[in-house]
């Protein structure tokens, strides 16, 4: 019975050591409320948006002229490949590998002891066709004259037999003296009819003849061909590409020798975007032709746009230009970058290239933010030597403020300080 009280005793202990943390940490709680609640408000501080610094330049449309990069290759459709016109040894190989000649220059020489001999023959055999030909009709107008002849012997032989048999039949003659004369009337009449015979053919003899004169005049035209093509000078000025023998080398009929490339040949064929093409068709169309310029090893050469490829491809259309005063250094290959002026196009804005963004939008200040403006990028344009972007846009009227500094964080409605550069403009 004793135990009873002691085991309650124990009991109310464990329920205040459980209850006394609880309780403290309640009116813990209860005190920083009603602190927090009935103590003084700190007053807010006002953070001030940020005003960004930029350039900015005033939007005036015109007529400008775009200038449009594009990148090309040299080329020179108009390369001549030299082959040999007959077997024989190269005499004279005076000039390498892109060595540049003028007019009339030595390219290649072969020897003329392997083309004189057929020359020869040929001129040989045509002058004997010749011969024969004239012959033939001195031998036609001796035949004639001696028709005549001969039908008068044929006549005379003729009347000796009819005697003959006459005295014969009055046993005048003898047997012998009869077959005597019809000898000599067939021997005349083989006679005539020989020479009718060789008066007759004469025409067929003649064309014959005629016909071997024909094919002996062409053999002679092409061993004098070959003899010409076996000494080869440049055309015109050019340059010397791809030499494949050596001289002292024997070649055969057809063997390549060398390239030659001519001066005037050399063209630059570069991709136009499709949706520059339409304004550079119609232009062409109008028999205008384009002006272009590129750098080329040091140099700034020019360039005419003559005509726009048969095909095109969903990247774009082939230009071919055409330089306006090839020089020695051009050489097939070459890769090249150049600008094309594309024709004046109105309602134009030029503006420097660090107002564009992303190659398709500007920022126009109004009210101290930036308004985001689409725009089409046109190229580029040069303003008073400055070469500047050249873009269109509706949304952009003349007296627009657009800026020209490249923010980083550029977005819609962001807060802009403009510069103070009334004056500037594109």
Known sequence: MASEPRARH?????????????????LAAGGYIWLTQTGPTPPRADVAERAWRVDTAV??????????????????????????PLTARVA???????D???????????DPADYEPPLRRAE????????????ARRAYQSDQQALEIEQALVDTAQRSLERTLTLQSDELASPSEVESNRDALNQARLALNTREERVATFDA?????????????????????????????????????????ATGERVSTSQALLTFLPRDGFEVRALIPNQRAEPLLRALARDEHPAAEAQLLGGTVALRLMRLGGSASARGVTGLFQFEAPDRSLRPGEV??????????????????????GN????????????????????????????????????????????????????????????DDDGASP
Do not use: C
């Open 336 to 357: 090249i970058r150049m600008e094309l002026r594309m024709p004046a196009m109105p309602d134009t804005i030029a503006v420097p290239q660090s107002a564009l963004y």
């Open 10 to 26: 124990w009991i109310r202990l464990g329920f205040v050591r459980l209850i006394l943390p609880l309780l403290i940490i309640a």
């Open 205 to 245: 003899r003649l064309a014959s003849l005629q016909a071997r004169r024909k094919a002996a005049e062409a053999d002679v035209r092409s061993a004098r061909r070959d003899a010409r093509r076996s000494r080869v000078e440049a055309p015109g000025a050019g340059i010397i590409t791809g030499r494949e023998v």
């Open 59 to 84: 939007v005036e449309p015109g007529t400008h002229q775009p200038r449009l990069t594009l990148t090309g290759e040299v080329e020179n459709p108009d390369r001549l490949l030299i082959n040999a």
């Open 92 to 98: 004279r190989l005076p000039v390498a590998d892109g």
């Open 100 to 110: 540049a000649v003028e007019q009339g220059d030595l390219l290649v020489a072969l």
């Open 360 to 419: 398709d939008r500007v920022y126009r200040v109004r009210d101290d933010r930036l308004e985001r403006v689409a725009v089409e990028h046109l190229g580029t344009t040069r303003v008073d030597g400055t070469e500047r972007a050249l873009i269109r846009s509706g949304a952009l009227t003349a007296g627009d403020r657009i800026a020209t500094t490249q923010l980083p964080n550029a977005v819609e409605g962001l807060r802009v300080q403009p510069a």
């Open 124 to 135: 040989a055999n045509l002058a004997d066709l010749q011969a024969q030909i004239q012959e």
